[in-house]
């Protein structure tokens, strides 16, 4: 069911050669080194967070990236009756990582058409020191030292310019959504959400890309939701992650989110934790009901949001890594990381329909959640009674905060 055939790495070797330079050898490894130390020192935050960061990081990074000669990667097929191909007939698949020659290879399947990224991806790939990589450091930090400032504000630019380009990038690779993630320092800051949210978008339009392709990926907090709610107004889609409870998904749809992410595998580390067991079936996994509930409530009470699940651990534990995918096939969009895609396309056999609309809005038993618009009194309340939703979007936000300001300092290190 997997066949490979060599293929060249061109996407982005134009990009490349058109680097300014700017940036010295010894500059760039310095780089490379903070960009490394930043993305994997981020996984020491707090115990309660390390087993969760480092089950994202290795299944993000187990396919392909010891290999070697990027130039030199395989691209991947996918026969009619693999399960990946089964999948990508009732559940539209993002690819989730910055890797370009990885993005390359299964959007030319056939089978994966968005990608959902990090600017942080970068230092993973910009330690094999390829130039692709190097020249999305050395044209964001030019372009922000052209457009002037003071330093805090260069750096700042450089940043959204830093994302901006790999999401231009990876918009050549795929014909569908890219997403690009505001900085989540201002999760609780509305107005400057919407002022960086705004500028990235105006990045991407600059650079050829519609706004029509891209999500602002926004954390699911009050303030990310009612920022979202005025950049939808403004044609500007928004994808509402770090949703780890109902409350989360029921007012990104009250207040028009295109699409949510909510994160199963993290979920059931929350419950592992709690609960103290380890195993579950994939069809009682805490993760995999709380999607199904907040799928099953959008297709009873008529929301348009997309759901789409990332983030995934094994149910049953070590050996069934595709336990949470599986149980929620179906559902409107995933977003899945090289390596289990690199799974379903080795896989054979039937792959059930687990998740349909029709069977969703029979199935769901709630009713509309606070007369259909959520006050901000009503969401604080009802977060504050989840306790997995407040405490892994919490870890969820310390994490990714740490990681923008190591990366920050990287920029800053590198652009003096």
Same mark, same amino acid.
């Given at each position: 069911?997997?066949?490979?055939?060599?293929?060249?790495?061109?996407?982005?070797?134009? $990009?490349?050669?058109?680097?300014?330079?700017?940036?010295?050898?010894?500059?760039?490894?310095?780089?490379?080194?903070?960009?490394?130390?930043?993305?994997?020192?981020?996984?020491?935050?707090?115990?309660?967070?390390?087993?969760?960061?480092?089950?994202?990081?290795?299944?993000?990074?187990?396919?392909?990236?010891?290999?070697?000669?990027?130039?030199?990667?395989?691209?991947?097929?996918?026969?009619?009756?693999?399960?990946?191909?089964?999948?990508?007939?009732?559940?539209?698949?993002?690819?989730?990582? /910055?890797? !370009?020659?990885?993005?390359?290879? $299964?959007?030319?399947? &056939?089978?994966?058409?968005?990608?959902?990224?990090?600017?942080?991806?970068?230092?993973?790939?910009?330690?094999?020191?390829?130039?692709?990589?190097?020249?999305?450091?050395?044209?964001?930090?030019?372009?922000?030292?052209? +457009?002037?400032?003071?330093?805090?504000?260069?750096?700042?630019?450089?940043?959204?310019?830093?994302?901006?380009?790999? /999401?231009?990038?990876?918009?050549?690779?795929?014909?569908?959504? #890219?997403?690009?993630?505001?900085?989540?320092?201002?999760?609780?800051?509305?107005?400057?959400?919407?002022?960086?949210?705004?500028?990235?978008?105006?990045?991407?339009?600059?650079? &050829?890309?519609?706004?029509?392709?891209?999500?602002?990926?926004?954390?699911?907090?009050?303030? /990310?939701?009612?920022?979202?709610?005025? !950049?939808?107004?403004?044609?500007?889609?928004?994808? #509402?992650?770090?949703?780890?409870?109902?409350?989360?998904?029921?007012?990104?749809?009250?207040?028009?989110?295109?699409?949510?992410?909510?994160?199963?595998?993290?979920?059931?580390?929350?419950? +592992?934790?709690?609960?103290? +067991?380890?195993?579950?079936?994939?069809?009682?996994?805490? /993760?995999?009901?709380?999607?199904?509930?907040?799928?099953?409530?959008?297709?009873?009470? &008529?929301?348009?949001? #997309?759901?789409?699940?990332?983030?995934?651990?094994?149910?049953?534990?070590?050996?069934?890594?595709?336990?949470?995918?599986?149980?929620?096939?179906?559902?409107?969009?995933?977003?899945?990381?090289?390596?289990?895609?690199?799974?379903?396309?080795?896989?054979?056999?039937?792959?059930?329909?687990?998740?349909?609309?029709?069977?969703?809005?029979?199935?769901?038993?709630?009713?509309?959640?606070?007369?259909?618009?959520?006050?901000?009194?009503?969401?604080?309340?009802?977060?504050?009674?989840?306790?997995?939703?407040?405490?892994?979007?919490?870890?969820? !936000?310390?994490?990714?905060?740490?990681?923008?300001?190591?990366?920050?300092?990287? #920029?800053?290190?590198? &652009?003096?």
């Amino acid at each position: 069911p997997l066949t490979v055939t060599p293929t060249p790495f061109e996407a982005m070797a134009p $990009f490349a050669r058109q680097s300014s330079r700017r940036v010295g050898a010894t500059s760039t490894k310095a780089l490379c080194a903070l960009l490394a130390a930043s993305f994997l020192g981020s996984l020491n935050w707090q115990q309660a967070f390390v087993g969760s960061a480092r089950s994202d990081l290795r299944d993000g990074m187990r396919l392909g990236h010891s290999r070697g000669d990027l130039q030199k990667r395989q691209a991947v097929t996918a026969a009619a009756e693999s399960r990946l191909a089964q999948l990508a007939s009732m559940t539209t698949l993002s690819i989730d990582t /910055g890797d !370009l020659t990885v993005i390359k290879e $299964f959007a030319e399947t &056939g089978l994966i058409t968005d990608a959902t990224t990090n600017p942080l991806f970068v230092s993973k790939a910009g330690l094999s020191g390829d130039p692709v990589y190097v020249a999305f450091v050395d044209e964001a930090i030019a372009y922000a030292r052209e +457009k002037g400032g003071d330093d805090a504000d260069v750096v700042e630019l450089a940043m959204d310019k830093l994302a901006v380009n790999l /999401g231009v990038a990876i918009s050549k690779l795929v014909p569908g959504y #890219i997403s690009t993630e505001v900085d989540p320092r201002l999760s609780f800051d509305k107005e400057e959400t919407l002022r960086r949210a705004r500028r990235i978008i105006a990045l991407y339009e600059e650079a &050829g890309v519609p706004r029509s392709r891209v999500l602002i990926k926004l954390a699911g907090t009050w303030e /990310g939701i009612a920022a979202m709610a005025e !950049l939808e107004a403004e044609g500007i889609t928004c994808n #509402i992650t770090l949703v780890f409870g109902f409350v989360q998904a029921v007012a990104a749809a009250q207040y028009g989110a295109r699409l949510i992410s909510p994160f199963p595998g993290r979920i059931l580390d929350w419950h +592992k934790r709690e609960q103290g +067991k380890e195993t579950w079936s994939p069809d009682e996994d805490p /993760g995999v009901v709380a999607v199904r509930r907040m799928y099953d409530y959008y297709k009873r009470h &008529g929301h348009e949001t #997309i759901c789409m699940p990332a983030s995934w651990r094994p149910s049953r534990g070590a050996g069934h890594d595709l336990d949470e995918i599986e149980a929620l096939a179906g559902v409107d969009r995933m977003t899945i990381p090289p390596g289990f895609l690199e799974q379903l396309a080795k896989g054979t056999g039937t792959l059930p329909r687990k998740l349909t609309p029709a069977e969703a809005s029979s199935r769901c038993v709630d009713s509309e959640i606070c007369g259909g618009k959520m006050s901000e009194a009503e969401f604080r309340l009802r977060m504050n009674e989840d306790g997995c939703a407040t405490e892994k979007t919490a870890e969820g !936000l310390r994490s990714f905060i740490a990681d923008t300001n190591k990366l920050e300092a990287a #920029i800053r290190e590198i &652009g003096r």
